[in-house]
């Protein structure tokens, strides 16, 4: 035994407890306040500062919100709120201000006198953004003055001073994110947009503008403006714009029901899917929870009774479930809760058990008025619904018969799977890849042990216009369920994705780099947004990206992935000479490289770029998807139009 000496390196005491002060448990792991320091956490600065302008809207004090991207990828945001208040802190013994800007979980949204309800899912706020940003600027107008501090770090470089007089009131941040923290530090316009527009609907009446100053020189600034006056409205309009509509106009609910104001609007159209998104304070609910099972419980009941009254159910011979109700049903909800309490996998999904009712009630309320209202619409709805569990039975059939093929024929994997050696799922990846050359090629190249290739063979069905059997009876189809070992249907929703088989925590999508491959990459997309979303979300799903040139000149080779990185390098292997003698090979198909090259560039773990496939925004995705890959033309072909010369749909 031996014994510690105060010396020893391996002593365990108070000294080695390391308290950190202030924010530097932010800087030191800022993944548990952000989600992570990647792309994500870098656009949820963003998003906390705005929710501190949001937070004033709701309070009824702020009608504009201004979002600036600066050349140097830092943010402004200006709001015409109160303004965070200056005077001393009576027990802090500083500016409020800098409380606020500098003491995690400081602020008015603390004191339900100040804020009822109010958005950010853990309250870290503002001075989160702070500690992550190497300078930050705050400038406040209010009782006529403008004060200000700046920060590095989170750290105050002065105190709280007045830098001028000002006739308006309301705040202003400035931020750099710093680079040190942040894998990616460049702010993407459309991801911000997408937020900005969502949050323009969920809070009607309050306009927000996102302007971009990284341009050329001499081009005009790229700048939108959000403003709705018909929120939810207006929402479900915008999301099912590119899908036929069933009824005219949605069907709105608003309404307060034990303190908790209930607001939702659902549209049904001619399609298959429900597309439902729910938000708690302006926080999108991926997960769903009380409130949206509020409102499905209020939904079949009252639908259900109303089919019943009518005799519109007599010839049924099967049951209705909850399911068919919300075939084709496009809905949005949004709930106010002053102290929201959050579970699930990623916290996303609404705990409180009061809101169901409170939804319930709301509903069942404005929808049995609607239905006595409008009979013509009703029976459209309830016919729909009776389509609806038909398709079911049917689709259950289907699915049965995908999941009943490992019983019949042993492992029940697709002849075409090379399966690997290892059968842990977290180390496993699959390759889903276009063609059966160039699955030949992948299984040549591959590592046996821990890589899966399985071939599909042309475009799969499109899953946005198939009745659900027809998925389920599409052999490509068939064969991804079997390959990953997920099923449809659990004991307690009949629909969900279970995923306690699956085979495979990398799932590569691997396509030609040309239209074919984009369009069927977009198809595998889909069916994985629409029927495994669950696989997006836990971030299990990745694109490969194979080079688009192979560059040479004598002996020398470099692989390219884009036109920039191929200019460069021809370039640089001329070495001052004729461009002319250097080689391109412009690679159009995965098939064209032999299975060294195809696993050095796109395959090997240490060498390959893998894009990961993440749902930062469900309604906008939803949006995206229908529009498309959709029945309708004129949307699709406005959006190539406007996007033809930059999109990248993968991106």
């Known amino acids: 035994m031996s014994t510690e000496t105060a010396g020893d390196k391996s002593n365990y005491s108070a000294e080695n407890i390391q308290v950190l002060e202030g924010l530097e448990a932010v800087r030191k792991r800022p993944a548990m306040y952000i989600g992570d320091v990647g792309f994500r956490g870098l656009h949820h600065l963003v998003y906390e500062v705005v929710d501190n302008s ?217 399609g298959y899917a429900e597309n439902l998104h729910s938000y708690v304070n302006n926080i999108n609910t991926i997960e769903g929870g009380t409130h949206v099972a509020g409102f499905r419980r209020a939904l079949t009941r009252v639908l259900k009774g109303y089919a019943e009254k009518e005799g519109l159910l007599k010839n049924v011979k099967f049951d209705i479930s909850g399911d068919d109700f919300r075939e084709g049903m496009t809905g949005v909800i949004s709930v106010k809760v002053q102290e929201p309490q959050f579970e699930g996998q990623t916290k996303t999904k609404l705990g409180n058990n009061e809101v169901m009712g409170a939804v319930d009630q709301c509903v069942g309320d404005v929808l049995g008025n609607y239905l006595e209202e409008h009979p013509k619409e009703a029976r459209t709805i309830v016919n729909k619904v009776i389509l609806a569990a038909t398709a079911r039975h049917a689709a259950r059939k289907a699915r049965e018969m995908v999941q009943r093929k490992g019983a019949m024929s042993g492992s029940g994997l697709p002849g075409k799977l090379s399966d690997c050696s290892e059968t842990d799922p977290s180390l496993c990846e699959v390759y889903l890849v276009e063609g059966d050359s160039a699955g030949g090629t992948a299984k040549q190249g591959r590592n046996r042990a821990y890589q899966a290739i399985l071939p599909l063979r042309g475009k799969i069905l499109n899953v946005e216009k198939a009745l659900e059997h027809k998925i389920y009876e599409n052999e490509e189809i068939k064969n991804i369920f079997t390959a990953l070992g997920v099923t449809i249907g659990t004991p307690e929703d009949d629909k969900a994705l279970n995923l306690t088989k699956l085979r495979y925590h990398k799932i590569i999508i691997m396509t030609d780099a040309d239209v074919d491959g984009s369009h069927i990459r977009t198809l595998i997309l889909t069916l994985f947004f629409r029927y495994m979303k669950a696989l997006i979300e836990f971030g299990y799903i990745y694109i490969a990206q194979p080079p688009l040139y192979l560059v040479k000149k004598g002996k020398e080779e470099e692989y390219c992935w884009t036109e920039a990185q191929r200019d460069e390098t021809v370039l640089r292997l001329a070495k001052g000479g004729n461009p002319d003698s250097v080689g391109i090979q412009r690679y159009k198909g995965l098939g064209e490289m032999n299975a060294e090259q195809l696993w050095s560039t796109t395959m090997n773990p240490e060498t390959r770029t893998l894009k990961q496939v993440t749902l930062e925004s469900a309604a906008e995705a939803d949006h995206i998807f229908s529009m498309l890959m959709g029945d309708e033309v004129p949307p699709r072909r406005e959006f190539i139009e406007a996007n033809a010369k930059y999109a990248n749909i993968d991106a």
Do not use: W
């Not at 959000?226 to 915008?238: C, H, M, T």
């Open 54 to 270: 949001i937070d004033e809207a709701l309070a009824g004090y702020c009608k504009n919100i201004e979002v600036i991207i600066h050349k140097n990828n830092a943010i402004t945001v200006i709001d015409d709120g109160r303004g965070i208040p200056t005077g001393m802190h009576p027990k802090e013994g500083k500016s409020a201000l800098e409380v606020v800007m500098t003491v995690l979980h400081a602020g008015g949204k603390f004191d339900k006198d100040t804020y009822k309800v109010s958005g950010g899912l853990h309250g870290v706020g503002v001075s989160c953004v702070n500690a992550l940003s190497t300078l930050m600027r705050t400038n406040v107008h209010r009782e006529g003055k403008v004060f200000q501090q700046e920060y590095n770090c989170g750290k105050p470089m002065y105190d709280v001073k007045v830098v001028g007089e000002s006739n308006r009131t309301g705040t202003t941040q400035y931020f750099e994110p710093d680079a040190s923290i942040f894998i990616h530090t460049e702010y993407k316009f459309d991801t911000l947009a997408a937020r900005m527009r969502e949050l323009a609907y969920l809070n009607r009446g309050i306009r927000i503008t996102l302007r971009d100053e990284r341009v050329e020189e001499g081009a005009p600034l790229k700048e939108e403006s959000y403003f709705s006056e018909g929120g939810l409205r207006e929402f479900v309009a915008y999301l099912d714009g590119t899908r036929e509509k069933l009824i005219p106009e949605p069907i709105y609910v608003e309404g307060e029901k034990g303190g908790v104001p209930v607001e939702l609007a659902f549209q049904y159209n001619t």
